[in-house]
């Protein structure tokens, strides 16, 4: 092991577990947690922005979206290109109801690296989501090793700053899946981000860590963090039986993050995850160490992370842009 991952590994045995961090109970029994130096508390668990729009009626969209925000999960995650901008659509939809955008502090992405195509990103966003102001703005899918290069270079950032200074964004963040190295790159340009989203899943303690890697340079830097990925994406962990959806959870919330963004596409999965949110105390070390050890081998050769590793969960637009094909 090199002195570099060795001194990382050894910041993270020392960030504290979730149940240490200054978490607040909410009348609806979901804890919440600061953003990092924002001064912004912000639910536990997120709605994830894909998932919400993928039932065909959007109507069940607009009841998931509004029974999550009832019962304390009002952290909205989206995207500029999910569903081609449908997801957008749909949640500002729901959130133009009832005055339900004045309850949940409102995420989403912007996918071009240039300046004028970030702008672009950020009207269509404004106008899909029917708000005047996007709570958390941040860069999508900073998968490749030449992102931080290309947005400072191409404007992406300039954008978003001047955004920013328009009052159209309030925070700025970036998300990313491949490696922890290309966030690091991230984390160490002259910025202040106030957010940083990546994988944090029981499979991740063991292969190429945001854990161990990523989480104790925002603890450092005082940036929130997203977690993403909880279940591993694609759920093959869960189907294979390897592991829980119970321990998926108790593990990504026992973490020093923000907040974690789970994909919930009906009421079924809603009450599940408000049951665990609800119910949940964190791991101790001990717990922690058992859960890892017995996912060694799995964990350890990234059978169940081929987003760190392959292509295959990159969306096309940022593909495209990088001169791959679609």
């Given at each position: 092991m090199?002195n570099?991952?060795?001194?990382?590994?050894?910041?993270?045995?020392?960030?504290?577990?979730?149940?240490?961090?200054?978490a607040?109970?909410?009348?609806?029994?979901?804890?919440?947690?600061?953003?990092?130096?924002t001064?912004?508390?912000?639910?536990?668990?997120?709605?994830?922005?894909h998932?919400?729009?993928?039932?065909?009626?959007?109507?069940?969209?607009f009841?998931?979206?509004h029974?999550?925000?009832?019962?304390?999960?009002?952290?909205?995650?989206?995207?500029?290109d999910?569903h081609?901008?449908?997801?957008?659509?749909?949640?500002?939809?729901?959130?133009?109801?009832?005055?339900?955008?004045?309850?949940?502090?409102?995420m989403t992405?912007?996918?071009?690296?240039?300046?004028?195509?970030?702008?672009?990103?950020?009207?269509?966003?404004?106008?899909?989501?029917?708000?005047?102001?996007?709570?958390?703005?941040?860069?999508?899918?900073?998968?490749?090793?030449?992102?931080?290069?290309?947005?400072?270079?191409?404007?992406g950032?300039?954008?978003?700053?001047?955004?920013?200074k328009?009052?159209?964004?309030?925070?700025?963040?970036?998300?990313?899946?491949?490696?922890?190295?290309?966030?690091?790159?991230?984390?160490?340009?002259n910025?202040?981000?106030?957010?940083?989203?990546?994988?944090?899943?029981?499979?991740?303690?063991?292969?190429?860590?945001?854990r161990?890697?990523?989480?104790?340079?925002?603890?450092?830097?005082?940036?929130?963090?997203?977690?993403?990925?909880?279940?591993?994406?694609?759920?093959?962990?869960?189907?294979?039986?390897?592991?829980?959806v119970?321990?998926?959870?108790?593990?990504?919330?026992?973490?020093?993050?923000?907040?974690?963004?789970?994909?919930?596409?009906?009421?079924?999965?809603?009450?599940?995850?408000?049951?665990?949110?609800?119910?949940?105390?964190?791991?101790?070390?001990?717990?922690?160490?058992?859960?890892?050890?017995?996912?060694?081998?799995?964990?350890?050769?990234?059978?169940?992370?081929?987003?760190?590793?392959?292509?295959?969960?990159?969306?096309?637009?940022?593909?495209?842009?990088?001169?791959?094909?679609?």
């Amino acid at each position: 092991m090199d002195n570099t991952r060795r001194d990382f590994i050894a910041g993270a045995a020392a960030l504290p577990l979730a149940g240490s961090l200054a978490a607040q109970n909410t009348p609806a029994g979901i804890p919440t947690r600061p953003l990092g130096k924002t001064g912004v508390q912000v639910s536990i668990l997120g709605l994830g922005g894909h998932h919400q729009a993928r039932p065909k009626d959007e109507k069940d969209s607009f009841h998931l979206v509004h029974a999550a925000i009832d019962n304390g999960i009002t952290f909205m995650d989206n995207a500029w290109d999910y569903h081609d901008g449908r997801a957008e659509e749909v949640m500002g939809k729901a959130l133009a109801m009832d005055g339900y955008r004045k309850k949940a502090f409102l995420m989403t992405k912007v996918c071009d690296r240039d300046y004028a195509g970030a702008m672009k990103h950020l009207e269509d966003s404004l106008r899909r989501l029917r708000t005047d102001v996007i709570d958390l703005w941040q860069f999508h899918e900073c998968n490749y090793y030449n992102d931080p290069e290309y947005i400072v270079e191409k404007g992406g950032l300039k954008a978003a700053i001047e955004a920013k200074k328009q009052g159209k964004v309030r925070f700025i963040g970036f998300t990313g899946h491949k490696h922890p190295r290309i966030h690091r790159k991230m984390l160490a340009l002259n910025f202040p981000w106030d957010s940083c989203q990546m994988p944090n899943n029981p499979m991740d303690y063991r292969f190429e860590s945001f854990r161990h890697e990523v989480m104790p340079e925002c603890a450092r830097k005082g940036v929130g963090v997203i977690g993403m990925k909880g279940c591993g994406g694609d759920g093959r962990m869960l189907r294979d039986g390897v592991v829980t959806v119970e321990e998926c959870y108790n593990y990504f919330l026992s973490q020093p993050v923000s907040t974690q963004v789970v994909g919930l596409a009906n009421m079924d999965d809603l009450n599940r995850a408000l049951k665990i949110a609800r119910e949940f105390k964190p791991m101790t070390p001990a717990a922690l160490q058992t859960l890892s050890t017995r996912l060694k081998d799995v964990a350890g050769d990234g059978r169940y992370e081929h987003f760190k590793t392959t292509q295959r969960y990159d969306a096309g637009y940022h593909r495209k842009q990088h001169g791959f094909a679609e």
